[in-house]
């Protein structure tokens, strides 16, 4: 009879294990969601094309996947080095920022509008969702 509860307590500390994780994972997105709505516009391909040409489009992605293909206009700045170029930026024309993830855009966003920038896009869904123009390296 011990050996049948030492079993079922053992199941239990899994399964418990299990829903920390999954609620830990859950909070994390949720974060996240929270976090780039309140510091950014989180927009689908086409609203992302509408701003093009009066706006300011950053790939965060590294040089060389910048290299191999990108938006059609995109500056790159690549994420780790991003404080070396944020003076590069203008305050009063739109920021466009799109990487691979959206955490890293949303981190990003935060910190322009800490800096006092006020119009800042991010593609939703990253580079992989999008669907106009690009730039690629031919090989």
Same mark, same amino acid.
């Given at each position: 009879?011990?050996?049948?509860?030492?079993?079922? #307590?053992? /199941?239990?500390? @899994?399964?418990?294990? +299990?829903?920390?994780?999954?609620? /830990?994972? +859950?909070?994390? *997105?949720?974060? /996240?969601?929270?976090?780039?709505? &309140?510091?950014?516009?989180?927009?689908? #391909?086409? $609203?992302? %094309? *509408?701003?093009?040409? %009066?706006? *300011?489009?950053?790939?965060? =992605?590294? #040089?060389?996947?910048?290299? =191999?293909?990108?938006? +059609?206009?995109?500056?790159?700045?690549?994420?780790? *080095?991003?404080?070396? !170029? $944020?003076?590069?930026? =203008?305050?009063?024309?739109?920021? !466009?920022?799109?990487?691979?993830? &959206?955490?890293?855009? @949303?981190?990003?966003?935060?910190?322009? &509008?800490?800096?006092?920038?006020?119009?800042? !896009? @991010?593609?939703?869904?990253? !580079?992989? %969702?999008?669907?106009? %123009?690009?730039?690629?390296?031919? @090989?």
């Amino acid at each position: 009879m011990n050996l049948v509860l030492g079993e079922i #307590s053992a /199941w239990l500390w @899994i399964d418990l294990v +299990l829903v920390i994780i999954l609620l /830990w994972m +859950l909070g994390t *997105q949720l974060y /996240w969601w929270y976090r780039g709505k &309140k510091v950014a516009h989180i927009v689908e #391909s086409d $609203e992302f %094309k *509408q701003g093009l040409r %009066k706006g *300011q489009v950053i790939d965060l =992605r590294d #040089s060389a996947e910048f290299g =191999r293909s990108h938006i +059609l206009g995109a500056r790159n700045m690549p994420f780790a *080095q991003f404080k070396l !170029y $944020e003076n590069a930026l =203008r305050k009063d024309a739109p920021v !466009y920022l799109y990487d691979t993830t &959206k955490a890293m855009p @949303i981190r990003i966003a935060a910190r322009l &509008k800490k800096e006092g920038f006020n119009d800042i !896009y @991010i593609l939703k869904g990253g !580079y992989s %969702k999008w669907d106009g %123009k690009k730039k690629t390296k031919k @090989i």
